[in-house]
């Protein structure tokens, strides 16, 4: 659990300084729109929300919520990725803003499910009865 806890927050860490700095790795070049250059930052994006949820969850039993959870943490990470982008270059396309609202939406549908099914609030507290 330990090893499972500390390789998520390195995932975490670094996604957020290559979501940040994408050039930091490999240097392709300047991009051709600022929509490409916002697409560059996404996957560190992806793998910082893998690393957030790797932290947040350590069993996956029941697999629903656990694939909840893997959803909504995945859309914080690209969300994370894709707003820093806008900010670092640039807010002209509608289309990002188009996938910012598709990711926030998706994110709300596996929080909401969470929610329901009364798990938002503490995944793995031992103390608390899973929801049937």
């Known amino acids: 659990m330990r090893v499972l806890r500390s390789l998520g927050l390195l995932l975490v ?3 957020v300084v290559l979501a940040a700095a994408p050039t930091l790795i490999t240097d392709p070049g300047p991009a051709a729109t600022s929509f490409d250059a916002i697409e560059r930052r996404i996957p560190y994006g992806a793998i910082a929300g893998l690393g957030a949820f790797l932290v947040a969850r350590t069993r996956l039993k029941p697999l629903l919520t656990s694939l ?14 894709r707003v820093t ?9 509608g289309k990002q803003w188009m996938w910012v609202g598709v990711e926030a939406a998706i994110g709300l549908v596996a929080g909401g499910y969470l929610w ?8 793995d507290s031992p103390t ?5």
Do not use: H
């Not at 982008?85 to 396309?93: E, P, R």
């Not at 608390?128 to 049937?132: I, L, N």
């Open 13 to 15: 860490v670094a996604g």
């Open 68 to 81: 909840a959870w893997l959803v909504l943490w995945a859309m914080i990470g690209l969300l994370f990725a």
């Open 85 to 93: 982008g806008l900010a670092l270059d640039g807010a002209d396309s």
């Open 116 to 123: 329901r099914r009364g798990t938002a609030d503490s995944a």
């Open 128 to 132: 608390r009865e899973p929801a049937v």
